[in-house]
């Protein structure tokens, strides 16, 4: 299996960036989709973003579309999500989660990362 390690959370102004990182080790990086999930207070975790394994195919869903990009470089091992015009109901933590099964939903993910905290404020 795979071991995942997510960066580049932090704080951050509403309507500012940051890009989130997700660094594989161990395993095949190619034979994996991705995802990103983000978990708020109170909330389901939700998936927001999905890769294919050879990123030919993604998914954003609607409420981060036209914000947020997923893609991957399999030859860093690494998946990224930019993510643009923060909103303050972004605020999350948001997790990197590999599966083998494509596309990568909360029901069939296979390894998740340990999560890094995005705070957006006013």
């Known amino acids: 299996q795979v071991q995942l390690v997510e960066s580049g959370g932090g704080m951050v102004q509403a309507g500012g960036s940051l890009r989130l990182s997700c660094a594989a080790s161990g395993g095949t990086f190619s034979r994996y989709a991705m995802g990103w999930f983000r978990q708020a207070p109170g909330k389901e975790r939700e998936v927001i973003a999905s890769?294919?394994?050879?990123?030919?195919?993604?998914y954003v869903d609607r409420s981060v579309k036209g914000r947020f990009t997923i893609s991957r470089e399999d030859n860093k091992n690494t998946v990224y999500l930019q993510m643009n015009g923060l909103k303050l109901e972004d605020t999350a933590i948001y997790y990197c989660?590999?599966?083998?099964?494509?596309?990568?939903?909360?029901?069939?993910?296979?390894?998740w990362g340990q999560g890094t905290q995005v705070s957006v404020s006013s």
């Open positions: 890769i294919s394994k050879d990123g030919g195919t993604t």
């Open positions: 989660a590999a599966g083998r099964r494509s596309p990568v939903l909360r029901g069939n993910v296979d390894v």
